[in-house]
């Protein structure tokens, strides 16, 4: 199905259908399947011949969602699992062993900085943290044994954009792989895999659902690479359940409307706001002022749905932004059809010393806008009350 469209690939890849040829697709809650005979069980199990097995690392729901994915994503194959965590980490847990170094983003999501430090670290894999702007810097940090280069594009909250084909380019060269966290831009607006990555994450529970329903995660690439991930899967057991596996499915159908529409309401709000004599600063890769602006422009459709922006007055002007707003919904959470609104400072990065802060560029007068498909009028109306 590679030569069709994404718009039709979203509404049409991955389907399986019963006997019963249902138009929507079913969901399979089950945990196990049944054998005709003790012949085709054996062969299930060797791997002699394909089918469901056990709901641990095979059901037709998870399936579908797997293949509409990966048809989006242009990757060989997907797996999926119950979190975007559960994927980054079974990434790691696949591809590594003890002795293995990663280079990661330093603006990568709060949890995946923890994972990698103090989980990953116990394990004896070795991280370093560099920018994600400053390609030099994940050159020195190679090192003979470094075996993965990890990032996210745009990365929150400030939106920095890392040049993806870049980075493919330093992690070959060193004999490394490329992940990428295509989280804030969903394939719809970016296919990290056609730039040079050679793994692709999601966190499905973010705009693959956009109705911010369930969580989910996946991780895409190369047919052989993601063996030993799937392997982990089967073995380990973070497995996405049928359920979220079918919402995210139907999710997916609307995800190219909805980034478009996020984007949409994301660059007039952002315009609007550097207007705003309140505010000093508007961080948003769509607009010609953001530092990143060109790369951004080469590598995604659009400029996506987060704006970030920072108020003359600090944390106090911040705040009577966020609790002036009457349909904004006040959460650290994103990817919802439903605006958020965030202020990173004393939530998502308000574990960071002062200095940490101030060395990640997040300043007390930050806030995130993860923009949704309200009208964008009622937007700006309700930022509006509390931009004094
Ligand atoms: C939310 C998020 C994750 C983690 O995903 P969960 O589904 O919450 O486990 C990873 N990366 C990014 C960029 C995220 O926003």
Known sequence: MTALH???????AGTLRTEIQEHSEA??????????????AAARFSGAEPGNIYARFTNPSVTMFEQRLAALEGAERCVAFASGMAAILATVMGLMKAGEHVIASRAIFGSTVQLFSNVLGKFGVETTFVSPTDTAEWRAALRPNTRLLFVESPSN???EISDIRALADIAHGAGALLAVDNCFCSPALQ??????ADIVIHSATKYLDGQGRVLGGAVLGGRELLEPVFTFLRTAGPTLSAFNAWVLFKGLETLDLRMRAH?????ELAIWLEKQPAVSRVLYPG???HPQHELAMRQQATGGGIVAFELAGGREAAWRVIDGTRIMSITANLGDTRTTITHPATTTHGRLTPEQRAAAGIGDGLVRIAVGLEHVADLKADLAAGLV
């Open 6 to 12: 994404p718009e039709t690939l979203a509404v049409r």
């Open 27 to 40: 969901l399979f809650l089950t945990s196990s399947f049944v054998f005709k005979s003790a012949a085709e």
């Open 157 to 159: 909250p400030l939106t």
């Open 191 to 196: 296919r990290p895999l056609a730039l040079g």
């Open 263 to 267: 984007s949409a309401n994301a660059v």
């Open 287 to 289: 607009l010609a002022s």
